[in-house]
C-alpha cells in the first residue's frame, strides 16, 4: 500500500511539473495575437472609452482572451492552457420560450399534425401497399403529389410541443393521444389549389413516417408564434402577407391564446415516476383580442425579465409595437416602429425528390426584431431601421431612431458601408426571421439583431458583433443623427486560419462583451 502511495504521489507531482512547463512554455513563446482596423468609417473619438472583450480558441485547449480598446486602437491579450472541454459560451440576451418542453429555445405551440389515422395517411398507406404488391416501390418509398382538399376541410391543428410548423407536417408515432391537445381555436380553411408531395416509409414494425419534400403550399399559409410565461404558455399565429384570413376562422375570437400549465406525474415502467408541465386546454382563454383581419401578428417576443410582452402587428401599412404587461395581459404602450411596410416578395425555383421543378411566388412580411441586451434598453429593428426606447414611468418611451449601415465587400474585395439589407427566410416556405447585410459571406458577421451586444450611454447607442470563428469583429456607434463610427476589426487570425475535424478557430464567448469607461 505504501508503495503504491508513493507512486502515485511521483506521478502527481510528474504531472503537475509537465503542465507548468506546458504553461511556461506558452507564456514564453506566445505571441499577442495583432489586432488590426480592416475598415473604419466616421470619427474613432465617439467611440472614446469604449472596450470589447473578446476570445478565441484553438481546438479545446488553447485559448486568447483580449481586451481592446476601440478608441485608442489598443489591445491587452492573454493566452492560456484550458483543461475544460466545453466551450463556455455566454448568452446576454435570453430568449427562452420553453415552459411547454424546455429543451429548445424557440418554440411554435400550434402546429399541424398528421396522425395514424387521418385521411390522408391512410390514403398513403393504401397506395404503399399496392406499389409494393405490384413490385415498382423503390427503396421501400412511396412517392405521390396530394391535393390536400381532397382529404381535409380545414387544418388539423394540435398544441405540440416539438417545434413543427406549417412548412413541415410531420406523421406522429409516439405523441398520438394526449400527447398533442387538439387545438380547435382556428378553423383555416384548406384552399383548392393546396397541395404537397410527400414520401411515405412504410416499415416492417408498422411504423411510418414522412419524408422527401413535405413543404405544404397553402394558400393561407400563417406562421405560429408562442412565448412561456410563469405558469403558462402564450400563442397565436400570423399570416402571410398574400394570406386573407376571415373573422369566421376563428369563431370564438382572435388574439393572444393563454394556456396555463399543470404540473402532472406519470409512471413509466423504464424509468419509474416522473413529472411533466401539461397545457390545461379546459382553462384556455383569450387574452388579448385582435382583429384577425386588420390587424395581422408579425412579431411576438418577452423583454429580458420577461416582465413584458413584445407583439407587433401589420396595420395600416405600418409595424405597431404594443408592449403588455406579462401578468394581466394590459397593453402598457402603443407604438409605430415602421411607417412604411412592403411585403417582401419571394420567388424561387423548388427541386422535389423526384427531380421535378415547381416555383414558387409569394408576399411575406419581414419579421421585426427586438434587442433587449441590458435591462434600459430596448431596440427594435424593422429592416434597416432601428429605433431606441429607454424606461419610462414604468414601460418604454422612443429616445431617437436611425438607419442601420452594414460592412459588406464589393466586387473587388474592399470593405463598404451599406444601408442595403435582405431578409433571409426561416424555412423553406415561410416567414422572414433575420436579417442579411452582406453582400457576401466573406465577413460572417453575425446580424441577428438579438444577438448583437449593445450598450448605451449619454445618447449614444454601441453595437458590436463577430463571427463564429472570431476572426471579425464589427464595433460601431450611432446616436439620433447615424452613425458616428463604425470598424471591421481583424482580431488576427484571417491570415492562420486552419480547419481540421477536430481543430480549429472559434470564438467561445458567442457575445461580444461590451463596457464604456
Known amino acids: 500500500m505504501k508503495r503504491s502511495l508513493a507512486a502515485a504521489a511521483a506521478l502527481l507531482v510528474l504531472a503537475a511539473v509537465i503542465l507548468t512547463t506546458l504553461s511556461l512554455r506558452l507564456d514564453s513563446t506566445a505571441t499577442p495575437?495583432?489586432?488590426?482596423?480592416?475598415?473604419?468609417?466616421?470619427?474613432?473619438?465617439a467611440a472614446e472609452g469604449l472596450r470589447f472583450h473578446t476570445a478565441t480558441k484553438y481546438g479545446s485547449q488553447l485559448r486568447w482572451d483580449t481586451e481592446y480598446d476601440v478608441g485608442s486602437n489598443t489591445w491587452n491579450t492573454v493566452h492560456s492552457l484550458s483543461g475544460s472541454t466545453g466551450n463556455g459560451r455566454l448568452y446576454y440576451y435570453d430568449r427562452r420560450e420553453d415552459l411547454y418542453d424546455n429543451s429548445d429555445n424557440n418554440r411554435r405551440y400550434i402546429s399541424l399534425l398528421v396522425q395514424t389515422d387521418d385521411p390522408m395517411m391512410t390514403h398513403l398507406a393504401e397506395a404503399w401497399q399496392a406499389a409494393q404488391d405490384s413490385g415498382v416501390l423503390y427503396d421501400r418509398g412511396y412517392t405521390e403529389r396530394l391535393r390536400m382538399r381532397d382529404f381535409y376541410d380545414t387544418y388539423p391543428l394540435y398544441l405540440a410541443r416539438e417545434n413543427y410548423d406549417i412548412s413541415m407536417p410531420l406523421y406522429l408515432d409516439s405523441f398520438t393521444g394526449s400527447g398533442c391537445p387538439v387545438f380547435d381555436k382556428l378553423r383555416i380553411p384548406v384552399g383548392e389549389t393546396d397541395w404537397m408531395a410527400p414520401t411515405l416509409y412504410y416499415y416492417a414494425d408498422n411504423n411510418m413516417t414522412l419524408m422527401g419534400d413535405t413543404t405544404l403550399h397553402t394558400e393561407n399559409r400563417f406562421t405560429p408564434f408562442s412565448a412561456g410565461l410563469e405558469g403558462g404558455l402564450l400563442t397565436t399565429v400570423g399570416f402571410a402577407a398574400d394570406a386573407d384570413p376571415q373573422p369566421e376562422w376563428a369563431p370564438e375570437g382572435f388574439g393572444l391564446w393563454y394556456i396555463p400549465l399543470t404540473l402532472k406525474s406519470y409512471t413509466s415502467s423504464g424509468s419509474g415516476t416522473y413529472t411533466d408541465y401539461q397545457p390545461d386546454m379546459e382553462r384556455l382563454r383569450l387574452a388579448y383580442p385582435l382583429d384577425i383581419a386588420a390587424q395581422r401578428v408579425v412579431g411576438l417576443q418577452l423583454t429580458r425579465d420577461r416582465s413584458e410582452i413584445l407583439l407587433t402587428t401589420a396595420e395600416d401599412g405600418q409595424y405597431v409595437l404594443r408592449i403588455l404587461d406579462a401578468g394581466d395581459f394590459r397593453c402598457k404602450l402603443?407604438?409605430?416602429?415602421?411607417?412604411?411596410?412592403?411585403?417582401?416578395?419571394?420567388?424561387?425555383?423548388?427541386?422535389?425528390?423526384?427531380?421535378?421543378?415547381?416555383?414558387?411566388?409569394?408576399?411575406?412580411?419581414?419579421?421585426?426584431?427586438?434587442?433587449?441586451?441590458?435591462?434600459?434598453?430596448?431596440?427594435?429593428?424593422?429592416?434597416?431601421?432601428?429605433?431606441?426606447?429607454?424606461?419610462?414611468?414604468?414601460?418604454?418611451?422612443?429616445?431617437?431612431?436611425?438607419?442601420?449601415?452594414?460592412?459588406?465587400?464589393?466586387?473587388?474585395?474592399?470593405?463598404?458601408?451599406?444601408?442595403?439589407?435582405?431578409?433571409?427566410?426561416?424555412?423553406?416556405?415561410?416567414?422572414?426571421?433575420?436579417?442579411?447585410?452582406?453582400?457576401?459571406?466573406?465577413?460572417?458577421?453575425?446580424?441577428?439583431?438579438?444577438?448583437?451586444?449593445?450598450?448605451?450611454?449619454?445618447?449614444?447607442?454601441a453595437l458590436a458583433t463577430g463571427d463564429y470563428e472570431g476572426t471579425y469583429k464589427l464595433v460601431s456607434v450611432y446616436d439620433r443623427t447615424g452613425m458616428l463610427y463604425g470598424a471591421v476589426i481583424d482580431t488576427g487570425l484571417s491570415e492562420q486560419r486552419m480547419y481540421t475535424d477536430w481543430w480549429g478557430f472559434f470564438d467561445p464567448l458567442y457575445c461580444t462583451e461590451l463596457a464604456w469607461d
Open 33 to 45: 495575437l495583432p489586432v488590426t482596423v480592416k475598415a473604419a468609417r466616421g470619427d474613432v473619438t
Open 334 to 461: 402603443t407604438l409605430v416602429v415602421d411607417e412604411n411596410v412592403e411585403p417582401y416578395h419571394s420567388t424561387a425555383t423548388m427541386l422535389t425528390q423526384s427531380g421535378t421543378a415547381y416555383e414558387l411566388d409569394y408576399d411575406d412580411y419581414v419579421l421585426p426584431v427586438y434587442n433587449n441586451s441590458t435591462e434600459d434598453l430596448l431596440v427594435a429593428c424593422a429592416g434597416n431601421h432601428l429605433t431606441v426606447l429607454r424606461p419610462s414611468g414604468g414601460s418604454w418611451a422612443v429616445d431617437y431612431d436611425f438607419d442601420l449601415l452594414w460592412p459588406e465587400l464589393d466586387e473587388d474585395g474592399q470593405i463598404i458601408w451599406s444601408s442595403e439589407f435582405r431578409p433571409l427566410e426561416d424555412g423553406s416556405y415561410g416567414y422572414t426571421y433575420t436579417y442579411d447585410y452582406g453582400r457576401y459571406s466573406s465577413l460572417s458577421l453575425n446580424s441577428r439583431l438579438d444577438e448583437i451586444s449593445m450598450l448605451y450611454r449619454d445618447g449614444r447607442l
